[in-house]
Each structure stands twice: as C-alpha cells, then as structure tokens.
C-alpha cells in the first residue's frame, strides 16, 4: 500500500527501512525525518503524516530503546539546581 503519494513511499518501505535503522543502532530514536532521510527522499506536502505515523507505530522496532527511558525521572529540582550552579560559577 502507498502511504506517502508524493515521494512515492510504500508501508513496505517504512517497516524496511524501520528494521534497518534499528539494526544499525539500537539506542536511535526512529522519526518520520530519519526514514525520509533513509530513503534518500524528503516529505512534500506532508498530507501523508497521519497514515506516515500509523503505519510507523505498527512496527515492532518502533518502541524507544531500555537506555532512553525514563530520563527525566532522574532529574529532580534539587539535581538541576546543583548543575545550573555548578556552570555558572565564576572561578
Ligand atoms: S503524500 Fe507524503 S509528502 Fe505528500
């Protein structure tokens, strides 16, 4: 099925090009942007988005890797004070 009329992109290509972002670096956050750029191609009209991220989010390497979960739960307003300080000291 086409998903992308524009530059002619089929869910085929997504799920390949899916795979193959995920199998060459497992820790990358996949975009619409870096499939684009994957496909040596970039969005026009952008009408396709909507079905574009569907079809993405029925891909089983689409979810966010263990390592860049949960990042923000280790910054508390204590931690980001004390580096905030840490920068701005005049030596
Ligand atoms: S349909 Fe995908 S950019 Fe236009």
Avoid at 38 to 67: E, H, I, S, W
Wanted: hydrophobic share 30%; glycine share 6%; net charge positive.
């Amino acid at each position: 099925m086409i998903v992308c009329h524009c530059q002619n992109i089929s869910d085929h290509d997504i799920h390949a090009t899916i795979d193959w972002i995920r199998a060459s670096d497992k820790r990358t956050i996949i975009t619409p942007g870096k499939l684009y750029r994957a496909l040596g191609k970039t969005a026009d009209c952008g009408g396709c988005m909507p079905l574009f991220l569907a079809t993405m989010r029925t891909n089983q390497n689409m979810t966010v890797p263990m390592q860049l979960r949960n990042l923000r739960h280790g910054i508390t307003q204590e931690n980001h004070d004390e580096r905030r300080q840490k920068s701005n000291r005049i030596p």
